[in-house]
């Protein structure tokens, strides 16, 4: 990735004071820039969009869930997910699948393209992943867990970290039996979401559980759940005692969810210092890293649109906004648009239902 052009001196001015809020943090041997990480999501983190989150404060970020499968058949498309760019500081590679051998082979691989750690996906709920016995059937079957992870590790030389969730269902809820397990085979933290593999995105994360696990565990623990705007997220960082919170979908409505997060006071007044201008900064920069990466028009449109629309969410006229986006067939045409729109906003504020349930298909 060639480097971009800066920020303008305003959104400098106002990024460069939230990171003066960031506390460095090390989880194992690998150092985070903040205590708020970018959470994998499917469909969603990949290479620009991590650049974009690491720019816009994120401590560190992890890929999209890879499968270890397509690593092994040699696939193009799914080699593609593995690449790191030279600008990434801290990002890691989460692979998925179901059995020890496949995952060392496909880890092997993954390594090979630098990234500072791997992931083993074991909290993906949607049925495609886990009737394959990965992501969340993984926590279904303990006694092959030591196994896998003692047989990963024994091909790496970067650390390898899991992502869980508390159980099963609530009659089974084993996030800390697998703490255990982890710390003993050589896993250097554990993120964990606060919610059962049934519950897949609806309902409350169980925060109280979570922060349990606080009081027993061996190895670093990052939170994740339900952190879906700035006043949510400081608070939470105030009292939690996990080493690290991962967000997800609350970076999709809010690129600069990270940022506001830092400052506690800011958070509280629930009123943003971003404006129409600062998303449409962050929308170029966006469009140069996905054109960058995604040389095919087509694909570049899909990626960023979708990505533009969320940005939208909540400002005035949105709705109306995202159905020109999504009938525009031209990149160039749609950053035209997008340009007007986010330009006319003035110094409107975004207005966000956090009740409402948002992206709960099995995105983050």
Not at 176 to 193: D, F, M
Request: with cysteine; aromatic share 10%.
């Amino acid at each position: 990735m060639k480097s971009v052009a800066p920020f303008s001196p305003i959104l400098t001015s106002k990024i460069e004071k939230f990171q003066s809020f960031a506390k460095p943090t090390s989880l194992g041997t690998v150092k985070f820039s903040s205590r708020l990480i970018l959470a994998p999501m499917a469909g969603i983190c990949n290479l620009p969009y991590r650049l974009l989150m690491q720019d816009l404060g994120a401590g560190g970020t992890v890929s999209e869930l890879i499968s270890c499968h397509g690593i092994n058949y040699g696939n193009q498309r799914t080699l593609e997910m593995l690449k790191i760019d030279p600008l990434e500081k801290t990002a890691g590679i989460q692979l998925f699948g179901e059995e020890a051998e496949s995952m060392a082979r496909a880890a092997e691989v993954a390594e090979s393209y630098g990234p500072k750690f791997l992931d083993i996906n074991m909290g993906c709920p949607v049925n495609k992943v886990v009737t394959k016995g990965g992501g969340s059937a993984l926590m279904r079957e303990v006694k092959n867990l030591a196994p896998l992870f003692e047989k990963m590790r024994s091909k790496l030389k970067i650390p390898l970290s899991i992502k869980i969730r508390t159980g099963w269902d609530a009659n089974s809820l084993n996030a800390g039996e697998i703490l255990k397990i982890a710390h003993e085979s050589g896993i250097e933290w554990v993120a964990i979401h606060g919610r059962t593999r049934t519950q897949q995105y609806t309902g409350t994360a169980n925060w109280d559980f979570i922060e349990s696990l606080n009081e027993i565990k061996s190895l670093p623990l990052i939170g994740n759940g339900d952190l879906h705007h700035p006043f949510g997220v400081s608070e939470r960082l105030q009292k939690t005692q996990c080493n690290a919170l991962m967000l997800a979908r609350g970076a999709l409505r809010n690129p600069f969810i990270f940022l506001e997060s830092l400052d506690s006071g800011y958070a509280s007044q629930k009123r943003s210092v971003f404006n129409g201008n600062d998303y449409w900064e962050v929308i170029q920069r966006l469009h140069v890293y996905i054109t960058e990466t995604f040389h095919d028009e087509r694909a570049s449109l899909v990626q960023l649109r979708k990505l533009i629309v969320w940005f939208a969410a909540g400002f005035p006229h949105a709705a109306a906004f995202r159905s020109q986006i999504f009938t525009c067939p031209h990149l160039e045409d749609t950053m035209k648009l997008t340009e007007d729109y986010f330009l006319s906003l003035g110094e409107s504020q975004k207005f966000i239902n956090y009740d409402e349930v948002f992206m709960s298909s099995g995105h983050g």
